[in-house]
T-cell receptor, first 116, second 111 residues
Framework: AQKVTQAQTEISVVEKEDVTLDCVYETRDTTYYLFWYKQPPSGELVFLIR??????QNEISGRYSWNFQKSTSSFNFTITASQVVDSAVYFC?????????????FGAGTRLTVKP | DTEVTQTPKHLVMGMTNKKSLKCEQHMGHRAMYWYKQKAKKPPELMFV???????INESVPSRFSPECPNSSLLNLHLHALQPEDSALYLCASSQGTGELFFGEGSRLTVL
């Protein structure tokens, strides 16, 4: 069984603070894919990043960075110097060997509020 | 701007009505999906079409009927819905590399 846990339900920070969103996953697959999506108030989920289980390199994209650690089954997401526009619900997701995503499981989501 | 377009953005219907939600993508993706999302919950998979054939049906009630007329279009036909079916219905497509591209959703209210 696959499971994604986002223990932080809501986080509130002040603009320019750094914030880390936690994601812990469970899977028995040796090949799997991890994702982060952003859902702003408009409703559309926006794809941010995909990581496969064989690539443990951390990634940085502008103010966003991701820390993938297989040893702790975690795929955490850090926003540096947060901005009001970062306010959204962020979902971590896990997909197994089927690339058609029919087994993609989303975490419960973390609502991030960035105050000016 | 999203490349997955959903219409209508908002829909209010009675329990005896028949309505349809529509989704269109022009990215050449061969897989399309319907998800249901209740407030403050993650999206839940309803249907998956792969190469225009229904490949996954997550035990969704028959009052929801999907249709994929061609590789760019996806419909969700609604009939005799219940108030608990009120939710945001999200369409997505994928190119087989894993990531999903979502539309902005159709917010459905059943009275």
């Amino acid at each position: 069984a696959q499971k994604v846990t986002q223990a932080q339900t809501e986080i509130s920070v002040v603009e320019k603070e750094d914030v880390t969103l936690d994601c812990v996953y469970e899977t028995r697959d040796t090949t799997y894919y991890l994702f982060w999506y952003k859902q702003p108030p408009s409703g559309e989920l926006v794809f941010l990043i995909r990581r496969n289980s064989f690539d443990e390199q951390n990634e940085i994209s502008g103010r966003y960075s991701w820390n993938f650690q297989k040893s702790t089954s975690s795929f955490n997401f850090t926003i540096t110097a947060s901005q009001v526009v970062d306010s959204a619900v962020y979902f971590c997701a896990l997909s197994g060997r089927s690339i058609n995503n029919n087994d993609m499981r989303f975490g419960a989501g973390t609502r991030l509020t960035v105050k000016p | 701007d999203t490349e997955v377009t959903q219409t209508p953005k908002h829909l209010v219907m009675g329990m005896t009505n028949k309505k349809s939600l529509k989704c269109e993508q022009h990215m050449g993706h061969r897989a399309m999906y319907w998800y249901k999302q209740k407030a403050k919950k993650p999206p839940e998979l309803m249907f998956v079409y792969s190469y225009e054939k229904l490949s996954i049906n997550e035990s969704v009630p028959s009052r929801f009927s999907p249709e994929c007329p061609n590789s760019s279009l996806l419909n969700l036909h609604l009939h005799a819905l219940q108030p608990e079916d009120s939710a945001l219905y999200l369409c997505a497509s994928s190119q087989g590399t894993g990531e999903l591209f979502f539309g902005e959703g159709s917010r459905l209210t059943v009275l």
